[in-house]
């Protein structure tokens, strides 16, 4: 069975290659340097103050205990950065401020009220432990629903005394409401994407430095993005940016929790400015968990329409969206619910609306692109899910009714109904070879028996389109930075090279796969490109790693400056071969003479040529620099299909098998993109089955710790079965699309749909995530009671 | 996070050990395997002032059968259980539970005794004392006692152990080539407390009968806790999918357990009630025993 | 308080607190940054050592003093010079890491389970894998690294 559809790897090509990681060798070593690992002379330890309240006046802060503690060199409260102008910084998109350390008040449980400065970790957490805080504890609100009645205004700091954030909508809504009352079947659902944490395992930290007189400050910082950073703590402390150095090093995993800026980086900055000493700050679990970005928390209503026969006429998608006490997304400026246009998929919706509002809460500040383009895994949740119930009201296969309602091929690049235009894709290919694969036919004969001996077997299906890869300059800003990225490439004379980028790897292999665009475009031996991110210093400028846009983005600025270097090396190989430039043509990673056989010259020759023989009248060396502003995202999509049983004395779901056809375009280390479709899979298990940051009715963050915002181990996670379909961005240099969201994007539908399906005979139609023992034990109880009342309706529910 | 500071007493012998209790009283603890102590220390929830560490007392992580009974000394961790032959044939209940308790890592430090000491709600090593009828033998100034399992837990986080005592050793009855037994547990990943727990053990008769059974649930309760009454539906019975249900109603009917994270209320009843049926069904399998009707 | 650790081979003799957790022992006293720290809760396995050579430890969860007198073995003890543990090949070889942060504690994991158990089988090492978290690899290629290594290390079967 053809399962591809790329080209022929020659042997020489670097693209295509699994080539083992060149990151590895230091981290099999235990000699990554992670930001906890850097110590300088003089470093002193921050801990932070936290406030046990949801919502509580500060009626006052008294540090003599805490400075009177041994070792203690500082306490910085909130009151003290107000009076250096560091009070509060612009969150995100810039549209709101988010204090540093709590002013006045404090809005969310574990909020930062004061950070103690001492010469070791124990010590300063020891006096955090003294800082005398007055509190007067205030009435919680801990849901958007009660939110949005402004019955207390949680944020009277701001102007518009209202909890209400924004409005925002896309599409046409009359046209859209019109065509869901014409619709001769419909489903009118609410569906909830459970608030998340990315949680990657090394926390968020900071070495701040500001010692040695040079009025230069280094930053040591847990980010994705340090270029951004930069500018933003330039714009905020007011220091000029040639004085500020950002210095990402290893990172232990991001998933989108180390865009943003946070209060202990402000905090600790500020501490080694006043002390003139570096003061480093490593977040514990709990702060990471609790304060550092969330996900997700989106409530949303879905109704769909379709003709009796299954053809779909109109899509409608409206959320209430709880942003907690700050209004801190990490979405572009002009994207306030980030990519959530998306909401329409795989399928050719002839019209669909979107509506959304956004609100204040009691609780931490967030809304962070969890291995995650912008709000896109919600909007995949959401349309997959729809579509399931949707089949499941029609009585037709989730497959079949997919297929019938898929864009087609012929269709693309095609522009989706909210504002998309789709670049590439083939989903009956995908969806087809799926089935095929995992052998759907059979599994539905399976459960057909197993249903009738009165077991729960599901099947589900998620076939999602992302996008990813913002982007475009004419749309996507972080406050009004355009989100290019960039590529400076220099070949050393004897024909090795380093490239530099403004993205920012966390584990996603960079140095290997940058290498390889390199090598590829130049025909040079990938293991001598060595590839250097995460230093503001050399790197040049650049947006970051995060909602996959390394490789649309980055990746393109790489082969575009390659192809810069190519174009010199090209005159340099004229000069050099003694003939005209337009007869010399680049064939085979070599540079010919046309029409002469034998007359050629390697990169490698040239590039010692530019140095030693360069072209008279011309610039030496061979390097060049790339801004690359991508002319469209991205759109990668896949067919995921999940097989469970499900106990239904205990509630218990073992995903017995996943299969995950992906098609990223063209994929330049199949290796690393399995790795990344096995890891994004894995956060997508945990996030239906486990992964929740909950709070009670008071406020409390009921997850604040590993004990029980659960990951999900090596003996609950699944086998992954995986492969690929290709079908490159007809826009992108190497037609390459991101891949490492994909799958936390488009599997936690699976499962839920897969879930749902076993149980869709009792006549549940939908749980929520995440699908614990309780929740799934619970639906099939009640379920049972609906179908053993008299008068019973169809089926029943449980959220 | 890190500890509070406090005084570190390694202790070479138990004499010295039970010294070091006497003198610094309430402020003192036990470091044994330290799984459940060192992670509270760092959350500040556990603040002593001393620690008295008995790993370098020498011999005491025995794990022997004499007198009729498995001796666990208060050295002996989880992983030397889950790894001995010895107790994968004959003593099934442990097993099963030796391969449960928290994750892989932490039973290569973890102790039975330390955790029957700690005496969490949601503990294993308790139910499976229970269960078993164990006994633990605990050491003080006064002189050595043997404190049965139903004595010696007494509350959440509160055993019979007293302020300058401490536990030497746990003894699980040997079992006949006639007894067997189970250990369901709940949880919702590697690494969690239970959220709902059983362990059973049984003893046939020539007969085919009933002639012992142990049956208790956990995280239904401020501690460990035996079913009585479905000790007594089993003693005596001839085993059936009827007597197995009945046993495990009273499971279900005794568990009291907090809802959490982990679920709530009604669901960890139901649960210990399934748990307790698998539980049996699993040993009465183990027992060779034939399809129940 | 005055411990006496080797710590891969090397004697380091260290005033510590007692409670100075072995993990930071490490790191800030012996300048071993290869183990790492990823929670307050002994959850997460990143920070996995192996005392006297048999027992894997979440050296987060041992303070310091009480490693006095044994042998610890780090990441940074599994190779001989230049040439690496075949773990740590296999873990190279099979794209068994992403962002290196939980590596070192799953390679001593590993390193001890093969010590107790030269060929586990796939289910075995999910187990004995069961107390070390990894957000990137949804650890399949992990799994695989443990039986190529398992695999190099056992004695090669003799042809009858």
């Not at chain 1, 011309?618 to 790339?626: D, R």
């Not at chain 1, 502003?629 to 067919?639: K, L, S, W, Y």
Request: net charge negative; proline share 6%.
């Amino acid at each position: 069975m053809a399962m591809t559809t790329d080209p022929p790897v020659q042997e020489r090509h670097a693209i295509g290659q699994s080539l083992k990681r060149k990151e590895d060798p230091r981290f099999i070593r235990g000699a990554g340097r992670y930001v906890d690992d850097i110590v300088l002379p003089g470093m002193l330890y921050m801990a932070l103050v936290h406030s046990p309240y949801p919502h509580a006046r500060i009626n006052g802060i008294d540090k003599t205990a805490a400075l009177a503690m041994p070792g203690v060199k500082a306490v910085i409260t909130g009151e003290d950065l107000v009076n250096a102008g560091l009070g509060w910084i612009p969150t995100f998109h810039g549209y709101d401020k988010q204090m540093v350390l709590a002013v006045g008040k404090a809005v969310y449980q574990y909020q930062e009220v004061a950070g103690v400065i001492a010469t070791s970790r124990e010590a300063a957490l020891d006096a955090a432990e003294v800082v005398d805080v007055d509190y007067e504890p205030l009435e919680v609100i801990a849901d958007p629903f009660v939110s949005m009645r402004d019955t207390l205004i949680i944020r009277d700091d701001r102007e518009n005394k209202t909890n209400h954030i924004y409005h925002w909508e896309v599409g046409d809504r009359d046209k859209t409401d019109a065509a869901l009352a014409a619709s001769e079947v419909q489903i009118d659902e609410r569906i909830e994407f459970q608030r998340v944490h990315p949680a990657p395992l090394e926390p968020c930290g900071i070495v701040a430095d500001m010692s040695g007189g040079t009025g230069r400050l280094t930053m040591y910082l847990t980010s994705q993005a340090p270029h951004a950073h930069r500018t933003v703590v330039s714009m905020v402390t007011g220091i000029p940016e040639d004085k500020i150095r950002i210095v990402s090093p290893d990172i232990g995993g991001g998933f989108g929790n180390k865009v943003p800026v946070y209060p202990g980086y402000v905090v600790a900055t500020a501490a080694s400015v006043i002390l003139g000493v570096p003061v480093k700050w490593i977040e514990t679990r709990t702060e990471n968990l609790t304060c550092s970005g969330f996900a997700r928390d989106y409530h949303m209503r879905v109704q769909i329409g379709a003709t009796a026969a299954g053809n779909i006429t109109a899509l409608k998608v409206t959320t209430v969206a709880d942003h907690g006490a700050f209004d801190a997304v990490a979405d572009p400026s002009k994207y306030p619910a980030g990519l959530f246009g998306i909401v329409t998929g795989s399928y050719d919706f002839p019209t669909a609306f979107t509506e959304l509002d956004a609100y204040f809460t009691n609780k931490a500040p967030g809304g962070v692109a969890y291995r995650c383009s912008f709000r896109v895994t919600e909007a995949s949740y959401a349309i997959e899910r729809g579509m399931d119930m949707l089949a499941q009201r029609l009585g037709m296969d989730a497959a079949e009714f997919r297929l019938l309602n898929f864009v087609k091929k012929v269709q693309f690049p095609y522009p989706s109904p909210l504002g998309f235009v789709y670049d590439s894709g083939d989903y009956h290919l995908t969806l087809r070879n799926a089935l095929d694969k995992i052998g759907y036919k059979e599994l539905r004969a399976e459960q057909a028996e197993k249903r009738a001996r009165g077991e729960y077997m599901g099947i589900g299906i998620s076939t999602f389109t992302e996008a990813v890869g913002a982007g475009p300059s004419k749309l996507f800003d972080i406050m009004g930075i355009k989100m290019f990225d960039s590529a400076e490439i220099r070949i050393h004379p004897t024909g090795s090279g380093i490239v530099r980028t403004g993205a920012r790897h966390q584990g996603q292999g960079h140095e290997t796969t940058w290498a390889q665009i390199v090598a590829e475009e130049l025909g040079l031996d990938p293991q001598n490109i060595l590839v250097e991110e995460g230093d503001t210093d050399t790197a040049p400028y650049g947006l970051g790693t995060y909602a996959s846009r390394s490789t649309p983005v980055a990746g393109g600025a790489i082969a575009l400056a390659a192809r810069k270097v190519r174009e010199k090396a090209k005159k340099i190989a004229a000069h050099v071969l003694e003939a005209s430039e337009d007869d010399i043509e680049w064939e085979d990673y070599k540079f010919k003479v046309t029409g002469v056989p034998g007359k050629s010259i390697t990169m490698k020759e040239v590039a010692f040529a530019a140095y030693t023989n360069p072209t008279p009248g011309s610039e030496p060396g061979l390097e060049a620099t790339f801004y690359y502003d991508p002319p469209n995202m991205t759109f990668p999509h896949g067919a995921y299909i999940a097989v469970v049983d499900v106990d239904a004395e205990t509630g218990y779901t073992k995903v017995r098998r996943f299969l995950a056809i992906d098609d990223c375009g063209t994929i330049i280390n199949p290796m690393i993109v399995e790795g990344q479709i096995h890891g994004g899979l894995t956060e997508g298990f945990a996030i239906a089955f486990m992964q929740e940051i909950r709070f009670d009715a008071a406020g409390n963050n009921l997850n604040t710790n590993f004990t029980e915002y659960l990951i999900p181990t090596s003996l609950e996670t699944p086998h992954w079965e995986t492969d690929k379909t290709v079908t490159p961005s007809p826009h992108h240099p190497i037609g390459a699309k991101g891949v490492g969201e994909s799958p936390n994007v488009g599997s936690p539908a699976a499962f839920v749909n897969a879930v749902v399906d076993a149980l869709a005979p009792l006549g549940v139609k939908h749980i929520e995530m995440p699908l614990t023992r309780a929740k799934v034990w619970h639906a099939i109880k009640d379920a049972r009671a609906a179908a053993s009342a008299p008068l019973a309706q169809n089926g029943a529910t449980h959220a | 996070m890190f500890p509070a500071a406090f005084d570190y007493l390694p202790a070479h012998s138990v004499d010295e050990a039970l010294a070091a209790l006497l003198k610094h009283g309430a402020d003192a603890r036990i470091l044994a395997g330290g799984q459940s102590l060192i992670p509270a220390m760092r959350f500040r929830l556990a603040r002593p002032t001393v620690l008295v560490d008995i790993n370098p007392i020498a011999g005491l992580a025995y794990l022997r059968e004499e007198n009729g009974a498995l001796l666990m000394g208060a050295g002996a961790r989880d992983f030397a259980v889950e790894v001995a032959p010895f107790i994968k044939e004959r003593y099934h209940l442990i097993f099963d539970a030796a391969a449960v308790v928290a994750d892989p890592i932490v039973r290569q430090s973890g102790t039975i005794v330390g955790s029957l000491c700690h005496n969490d709600p949601a503990g294993d090593w308790g139910v499976v004392a229970l269960a078993a009828r164990a006994e633990v033998v605990v050491r003080g100034n006064a002189g050595t006692r043997v404190v049965p399992i139903d004595d010696f837990l007494i509350d959440s986080f509160t055993t019979a152990v007293g302020e300058g005592e401490m536990a030497l050793e746990a003894r699980f009855p040997t079992p006949n080539e006639r007894t067997s037994g189970s250990y369901q547990k709940i949880e919702r990943k590697v690494g969690d407390f239970a959220t709902a727990a059983a362990g059973v053990q049984l003893t046939l008769s020539a007969d085919g009968t009933i002639a012992a059974a142990g049956v208790a649930i956990g995280a239904a309760g401020p501690t460990a806790k035996r079913v009585v009454e479905a000790e007594k539906i089993l003693l005596g019975a001839r085993p059936s999918i009827a007597v197995l249900r009945a046993a495990a109603a009273e499971a279900k009917e005794i568990s009291d357990p907090i809802a959490d994270t982990r679920g709530d209320i009604e669901f960890k009843r139901e649960m210990a009630g399934v748990l307790v049926y698998r539980g049996l069904l699993a040993t009465l399998k183990r027992l060779q025993q034939g399809e129940l009707h | 308080m005055i411990i006496r650790v080797t710590v891969n081979g090397t004697e380091f003799v260290r005033d510590v607190e007692p409670r100075t957790l072995l993990a930071y022992f490490l790191r800030e006293h012996c300048g071993l940054t290869g183990t790492h720290v990823g929670c307050d809760s002994s959850s997460c396995g990143v920070c996995v050592v192996a005392i006297d050579g048999d027992r894997a430890v979440k050296s987060c969860t041992m303070f310091a003093v009480q490693a006095d007198g044994h042998e610890i073995t780090t990441v940074e003890g599994l190779a001989q010079g230049a040439a690496l543990h075949p773990l740590q090949q296999a873990f190279w070889d099979c794209h068994g890491l992403q962002c290196g942060y939980c590596t070192p504690g799953m390679l001593m994991a590993s390193y001890v389970l093969l010590k107790h158990h030269p060929n586990p089988s796939e289910p075995e090492i999910r187990e004995a894998l069961a107390g070390n978290l990894c957000r990137c690899t949804g650890y399949q290629n992990i799994i695989t690294s443990v039986q190529q290594a398992a695999a190099e290390m056992s004695p090669q079967p003799v042809e009858a």
